[in-house]
C-alpha cells in the first residue's frame, strides 16, 4: 500500500522567502506521486507529478519538487512565496489500478505579507 | 472544453430530503471520481467509474448514496433522506486511464443539511 505523511499542519512563510512543504512517502513498488492546491471553497488543483524520469519536477505556478529516494521524500517547493500562495496543499499517491489518489489532510501555508 | 464541471455548487437541504448532484467530467477522460470532503480533512474516495461500469466503491458510500454514469459521460451522486452527517464538499474529478494520469478536480458541490 502507498501512503503519505505531511509532517506539519501549518507552514508559515514571510511574503518574498523560500516555501517548502514537505512530504514523505511509503511505499510498495515504484511511487507515483501528486501535489495538489486547494483555495477556500474550491476544488483541488493540480499543481505536478512524478511517476518516472527526472527527480526534479517542475509544475505550476512556480512550484516544483523533488522525488528523493533515499529520503523517500517529495518536498514541494517554490524560491519566492506570494500572499496568493495561501492554501491548503495535499501530496497524494496514486493507489490501486484505479488511479485512484489517496489524500492525507495536507498542509495549510500561510504566506505573511 | 474547460475542464470537469459540477452542479450545483453549493445546496441546503433539510434533513430528510434527499439530493443530486451533476459531474461532466473533461470529455476525453474515460475514468471519473467521487470524493467527499469535511473541514479540516482531505479528500475521502467515495466511488470510481471507468466508462459507464462503477468498479468501486468506498465502504464510506452507505446504502442511501447512489452514483451513476449511464453512458460513460456525465455522473450523478445521489443522497437519499439526508443527514446532518451528510454535510460536506462533495468532489467530482476526472482523469485517462493510462496508469500514472492525473486527477482533475471540479470545483465541488457543498451541501449543508439543515
Known amino acids: 500500500a502507498q501512503s503519505v505523511a505531511q509532517p506539519e499542519d501549518q507552514v508559515n512563510v514571510a511574503e518574498g522567502n523560500p516555501l517548502t512543504v514537505k512530504c514523505t512517502y511509503s511505499?510498495?513498488?515504484?511511487?507515483?506521486l501528486f501535489w495538489y492546491v486547494q483555495y477556500p471553497n474550491r476544488g483541488l488543483q493540480f499543481l505536478l507529478k512524478?511517476?518516472?524520469?527526472?527527480?526534479l519536477v517542475k509544475g505550476s505556478y512556480g512550484f516544483e519538487a523533488e522525488f528523493n529516494k533515499s529520503q523517500t521524500s517529495f518536498h514541494l517547493k517554490k524560491p519566492s512565496a506570494l500572499v496568493s500562495d495561501s492554501a491548503l496543499y495535499f501530496c497524494?499517491?496514486?493507489?490501486?489500478?484505479?488511479?485512484?489518489?489517496?489524500f492525507g489532510k495536507g498542509n495549510q501555508v500561510v504566506v505573511i505579507p | 472544453d474547460t475542464g470537469v464541471s459540477q452542479n450545483p455548487r453549493h445546496k441546503i437541504t433539510k434533513r430528510g430530503q434527499n439530493v443530486t448532484f451533476r459531474c461532466d467530467p473533461i470529455s476525453e477522460h474515460n475514468r471519473l471520481y467521487w470524493y467527499r470532503q469535511t473541514l479540516g480533512q482531505g479528500p475521502e474516495f467515495l466511488t470510481y467509474?471507468?466508462?459507464?461500469?462503477?468498479?468501486?466503491k468506498s465502504r464510506l458510500l452507505s446504502d442511501r448514496f447512489s452514483a451513476e454514469r449511464p453512458k460513460g459521460s456525465f455522473s450523478t451522486l445521489e443522497i437519499q433522506r439526508t443527514e446532518q452527517g451528510d454535510s460536506a464538499m462533495y468532489l467530482c474529478a476526472s482523469s485517462q486511464s493510462q496508469q500514472g494520469s492525473g486527477a482533475f478536480f471540479g470545483q465541488g458541490t457543498r451541501l449543508t443539511v439543515v
Open positions: 467509474f471507468q466508462n459507464e461500469a462503477q468498479l468501486e
Open positions: 511505499v510498495s513498488g515504484n511511487p507515483y
Open positions: 512524478y511517476i518516472t524520469g527526472d527527480n
Open positions: 497524494a499517491p496514486l493507489r490501486g489500478g484505479n488511479n485512484r489518489l489517496a
